[in-house]
């Protein structure tokens, strides 16, 4: 088990492919041009697995797959359908921006994926292409409507940007309730290398709570979702489909905190708001490695996790960390 100072417990591990993507979301990667990870540092599959094997033995039950973009990554469904079979009780996830999500319903669900969040933060195309700098609106909803005619559910990740997309609120009760999946508006974080975030466009989880309450139709319901995030939902009466809000900045859920992060080039993180990273890659490679090096190191990690909200207080909610979303893995 993995149990930290504060007495939190980890069961979720959200782990990145790769650092690639065809967006460029203007919360997550800086105004200016990156330079992509070097393949040779990206840990390879085989790693990956041995990752997850560490984990899970030392209680993650749920395991996230990010990016980036994790389909901009060759054979990405052929390791999910490895992993399936290597851990067949894993709750197995992927959040993906579905641009590259079409035509591929038969062989996730032969590779055990049952549920996908989908990164949709407006429902206007010609603000999605503001947003994203890429105009794929039409394909991200041909995408989701293929997944649920699948039969896989779906889940909607809104990020929470005043100025933007906050007057479209009635419009994603509407797409709630018509596709009945749930919408989580996920308030903009201060984290990244040349992070755009302004007081200006920062838009409150309780702003969005106080509407969703002004609008009469929700009601709160609490979440039994094992394993489950931080996310505050309320149902749609009369409806399949619910909206939420995570605060991450706003309202902090430290003491909750079930989850660790590992990066696509092999960095543990216990924290996204803390810039201390762990080298899973050194270890996994080192001639004489077996995996208690690997538990060791998990457990002497996530022992130093520190309180997010502390780290975001004292930086004033400013750079409060140097790496770029998109290598972190969200």
């Known amino acids: 088990m993995l149990m930290d100072r504060h007495g939190r417990t980890v069961s979720y591990l959200r782990l990145s492919v790769t650092d690639r993507c ?11 041009a990156i330079s992509f990870i070097p393949h040779e540092r990206v840990l390879s599959y085989e790693e990956m697995i041995e990752i997850v094997a560490a984990a ?10 990010t990016g980036g973009e994790p389909f901009a990554r060759k054979d990405f469904v052929p390791f999910v359908a490895r992993l399936h079979a290597r851990f067949p009780k894993l709750d197995l996830r992927i959040t993906t921006n579905a641009t590259m999500l079409a035509g591929r319903m038969p062989e996730l669900r032969d590779a055990g994926v049952r549920t996908v969040n989908i990164s949709l933060d407006t429902l206007s195309p010609h603000t999605f292409a503001q947003i994203t700098g890429v105009d794929a609106h039409r394909v991200v909803l041909a995408a989701i409507e293929e997944a649920l005619a699948s039969g896989i559910r ?16 009635p419009a994603f009760v509407d797409f709630a309730r018509t596709y009945g999946v749930d919408v989580r508006f996920i308030e903009f ?15 409150p989880a309780e702003e969005i709570v106080a509407a969703f309450h002004a609008m009469e ?12 995030g931080p996310a505050r939902m309320y149902r749609i009466i009369g409806s399949q489909g619910r ?12 003491a909750s905190c079930n989850r660790l992060r590992v990066t696509c080039e092999g960095r543990l993180r216990t924290c996204l708001f803390s810039d ?6 050194g270890v996994l ?29 004292a930086r004033k909610r400013t750079n409060v960390c140097q790496r770029v979303m998109t290598t972190i893995g969200g």
Request: aromatic share 10%; charged share 25%.
């Open 217 to 228: 139709i929700l009601r709160p319901e609490t979440n039994t979702e094992p394993h489950s």
């Open 56 to 65: 899970q033995e030392l209680g993650v039950h749920k395991v996230r797959l």
């Open 285 to 313: 490679r080192r001639p004489d490695y077996q995996r208690t090096q690997l538990l060791e190191l998990f457990q002497r990690a996530n022992a130093a996790k520190p309180l997010g909200y502390e780290l975001l207080a």
């Open 154 to 169: 779906v889940k909607i990740n809104a990020v929470a940007l005043r100025g933007i997309n906050d007057t479209e609120l």
């Open 243 to 254: 909206l939420g809000v995570i605060s991450a900045v706003s309202h902090h859920f430290c």
């Open 276 to 281: 201390e990273e762990y080298d899973v890659a």
């Open 189 to 203: 974080m201060p984290i990244g290398y040349q992070c755009r975030w302004t007081e200006e466009n920062f838009w």
């Open 22 to 32: 065809n967006l460029r979301c203007l919360y997550c990667r800086p105004a200016e």
